[in-house]
């Protein structure tokens, strides 16, 4: 069931804060589609500790690889890379997928250009799309209400336990296989 205990607006919110602790800057200043690298100067360390603090505030794991890398590992070496770093045809396919606002992302682009596409909405929606996957009702005891103090963590309203939800990079893999079933964007594979 979708996660109604937490909304989009929220998400943004502590997104933002997020970003503006890591990057000291001020938080009211960050639009939700400038690019995290380009527009607010992030390196790749400072997503480790941007992910570390949303993954605290929501009690998720986001995931901890790139798409491009989970591609590789999952569908074969080349699906997504080829030997001179640059995307593939499928793997430009599935990252236009990821980030449809993206319209720097071609075939044959760098895949070290490919980071500067994450915007803070985009990392909202990873957020959204994992805490989507509450389940319906508590797997300790079977309660069927979930409640949530902070609009953030949610958990359960029988026997008070956190929710848990699937971790980021097991979703990942999952979309990636039913990408394939369904549009075949890596011929090879
Ligand atoms: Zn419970």
């Known amino acids: 069931m979708a996660n109604s205990l937490v909304t989009r607006e929220r998400i943004d919110q502590e997104v933002r804060a997020a970003l ?20 607010l100067g992030a390196t790749s360390i400072d997503f480790l500790d941007i992910n570390f603090r949303l993954e605290q505030v929501f009690g998720i794991r986001l995931a901890s690889q790139l798409l491009l890398d989970h591609v590789e590992e999952e569908l074969g070496e ?13 793997a430009a396919a599935l990252l236009r ?51 949530s103090d902070d609009s953030t963590k949610v958990a359960c309203g029988g026997c008070g336990k956190d929710a848990e939800y699937p971790d980021g990079d097991e979703l990942t893999k999952r979309w990636i296989h039913d990408m394939q079933r ?8």
Not at 20 to 39: C, F, K, P, V, W
Not at 78 to 90: E, F, L, M, Y
Request: aromatic fraction near 4%; include cysteine.
């Open 20 to 39: 503006a602790t890591t990057l000291r800057i001020d938080a009211n200043g960050i639009g939700m589609e400038q690019s995290i690298i380009n527009d």
């Open 78 to 90: 080349g699906t997504a890379i080829d030997r001179d770093n640059k995307i593939t045809a499928g």
């Open 97 to 147: 997928e990821q980030f449809p606002e993206a319209e720097s992302i071609k075939a044959g682009i760098y895949a070290d250009e490919v980071p500067a596409v994450v915007t803070p909405g985009s990392i909202a929606t990873a957020v959204e799309k994992i805490i989507a996957h509450l389940p319906d009702a508590c797997p300790a005891c079977s309660a069927a209400s979930w409640k």
């Open 182 to 189: 369904e549009k075949q964007l890596f011929a090879n594979a």
